[in-house]
């Protein structure tokens, strides 16, 4: 338990006669970036409410920094959070917004503005919160959950609204962050985003988990596909013929044929198209992103 | 729970918050002790719905907070619209959660909120008790009302007793402005039902039935305010019997509320 950040089980939250959360059981390590990902509406926001102790679960059990759910009290003063966007009290500055949680928490009031200046609001922090834009509102949201220097870190959709160099800011800071011990509970329903930075990935729909463990296992699960385009366009068939009498699965997408085998045998492939009267203008692997391998394991499109 | 009221000061001490509020008691406060004053001839009165207080009455050694007395009513509506705002904003703005993930213990949350806005209440009577007072000691010659007894000991002790219940007055309020805004989460529907309820309902109620005064909340906090005497549309009620069945519909919302707010998700 001690080198697991979060670990529920059988955890369900029902809302009237909607199971917004369906008996799920995962664990996070300590230390790394876990990307908690799935579509919206997938319950990961409630997920996420469940383990900070703002909502009571159906049933099931869960572990924060190794104290349970239902009390919250044991291990809140370790864990920053942001959830479902930044909310604060819009006639305040962010720096007021700041220093009333501060306060709240019993925080040193010089992260304040250090946190500030880390997200990228220095200058501006004396601006009421109804002034910013939605990345700076994100911004102070950000900084908002590390005002505790956080063991663990939850955020929900903490790119919302930023621009690409504040995605990237906001990539670097929570590797960072991981790099000095802090675990890392992202959440996102772009996909693509979190496979960039995450280690380990819970991947959630309409509820129920469809995976949860290091990316790298989940990526190895997935068969790499060779893409092989031909100049002639009535080539394409004749490909799939070839690769499927060598016992490889191929469907032809657009311009070109994706084949499910390993790279080692694009040589083979070559060989037989060139035997064959066919003249490949491309041949490469194709490796599945996140977001392929999720619609793959649902069966969505 | 000493760190929530500090954070609530915070929030509370924001210009237009702080400045928005002193202004609307020290309006009320200063147009009707003027009033009392001013109009002390006028045969429609001079004080609460053609009520008329005499120079007899002001020359007595409570006659400095008459005015001050006659003001706790509105002193609890305005208490009644900012504990109720304050309390039911941090479910419309959301920030709840961020008040429960940094202070998981509700019921501190919610008593470092009270003490905090019980604060802001004392500031605000505080204020318009010394603007009354001196409103009243600077118009009462023009008036021709004795000031001799208001600053002997029975004056000051009458204003002890005074400032004492309309305290109590506007902190009851407040609480019920506060139930009202856990119940109702919106601020909007907490101030409308609240002062709807408070201004004309019971009014009405009371115009229509005038023994329903001893039993309607508002018209309990006005007469704890007043010290029992009549006012508001009341004929008087009794001090005690105020402070019981005021005390006893605060204390049944309160514990209400607080158990609603307890155990209620928050999922917002």
């Known amino acids: 338990m001690q080198n697991t950040a979060i670990s529920v089980s059988d955890l369900s939250k029902k809302y009237d006669d909607r199971l917004a959360v369906s008996h799920i059981n995962f664990e996070v390590p300590m230390g790394i970036v876990c990307g908690f990902v799935g579509p919206n509406g997938s319950g990961k926001t409630t997920t996420m409410r469940m383990l900070l102790g703002l909502i009571t679960p159906t049933t099931g059990q869960g572990h924060t920094l190794g104290e349970p759910i239902e009390h919250p009290e044991k291990y809140l003063s370790r864990v920053g959070a942001m959830i479902e966007g930044p909310a604060f009290y819009p006639a305040l500055s962010g720096y007021e917004n700041l220093m009333v949680l501060a306060k709240l928490g019993g925080f040193p009031i010089e992260r304040v503005q250090e946190l500030l200046d880390k997200v990228g609001l220095g200058d501006r922090g004396k601006s009421k919160f109804k002034t910013y834009s939605l990345g700076m509102k994100q911004r102070l949201g950000i900084a908002a959950a590390l005002l505790p220097d956080p063991k663990l870190l939850m955020l929900d959709e903490p790119t919302n609204g930023l621009d690409p160099e504040g995605i990237q800011e906001v990539r670097a800071l929570l590797r960072d962050l991981a790099n000095d011990g802090t675990t890392v509970f992202v959440s996102s329903h772009l996909l693509s985003e979190l496979e960039i930075i995450s280690d380990y990935i819970v991947m959630l729909r309409k509820g129920e988990i469809v995976f949860a463990g290091p990316i790298g296992e989940l990526m190895a699960q997935q068969q790499p596909t060779i893409i092989a385009k031909s100049l002639n366009h009535s080539d394409l068939q004749q490909i799939v013929e070839i690769s499927e009498k060598a016992g490889h699965h191929a469907v032809i997408r657009n311009d070109s044929v994706h084949i499910l085998a390993e790279m080692d045998w694009a040589p083979v492939l070559n060989k037989a198209a060139f035997d064959a009267g066919i003249t490949l203008a491309q041949l490469a692997p194709q490796l599945p992103n996140l977001e392929e391998t999720f619609f793959e394991m649902t069966g969505d499109k | ?268």
């Not at chain 2, 109009?39 to 008329?52: C, E, V, Y």
């Not at chain 2, 219940?165 to 506060?178: D, E, K, L, P, R």
Request: proline fraction near 3%; charge should be positive.
């Open chain 2, 1 to 268: 729970m000493f760190n929530v009221v500090k954070a609530e000061l915070r929030k509370l001490r924001r210009p237009t918050l702080f400045f928005g509020t002193i202004g609307s008691a020290l309006f009320f406060t200063g147009l009707i002790t003027s009033f009392i004053y001013l109009m002390i001839d006028s045969p429609q009165g001079n004080g609460d719905r053609g009520r008329t207080i005499g120079r007899e009455a002001l020359g007595l050694a409570s006659g400095s907070v008459n005015g001050f007395s006659s003001v706790g009513n509105f002193l609890g509506i305005i208490a009644l619209c900012v504990f109720a705002a304050q309390t039911a904003q941090e479910y419309t703005y959301g920030t709840l959660r961020n008040l429960l993930v940094r202070q998981p213990g509700r019921l501190k949350i919610l008593f470092g909120k009270l003490i905090s806005m019980m604060l802001f209440a004392l500031v605000m009577i505080t204020i318009a008790a010394i603007v009354s007072i001196a409103i009243s000691y600077f118009l009462a010659p023009g008036a021709k009302v004795n000031t001799e007894l208001w600053f002997t000991s029975d004056g000051y002790h009458a204003i002890f007793t005074t400032f004492v219940n309309v305290t109590i007055s506007v902190v009851a309020f407040g609480i019920i402005g506060m139930i009202l805004g856990l119940l109702l989460r919106s601020p909007i529907s907490a101030i409308s039902l609240g002062v709807l309820w408070l201004l004309i309902v019971e009014n009405l109620l009371i115009a229509v039935k005038s023994s329903l005064q001893n039993w309607l909340p508002g018209a309990q906090l006005t007469a704890i305010a007043s010290g029992g005497a009549p006012s508001r549309g009341t004929t008087g009620i009794e001090y005690s019997h105020a402070l019981l069945v005021g005390g006893i519909y605060v204390g049944v919302g309160a514990i209400i509320a607080s158990v609603l707010f307890l155990r209620r998700d928050v999922a917002n």
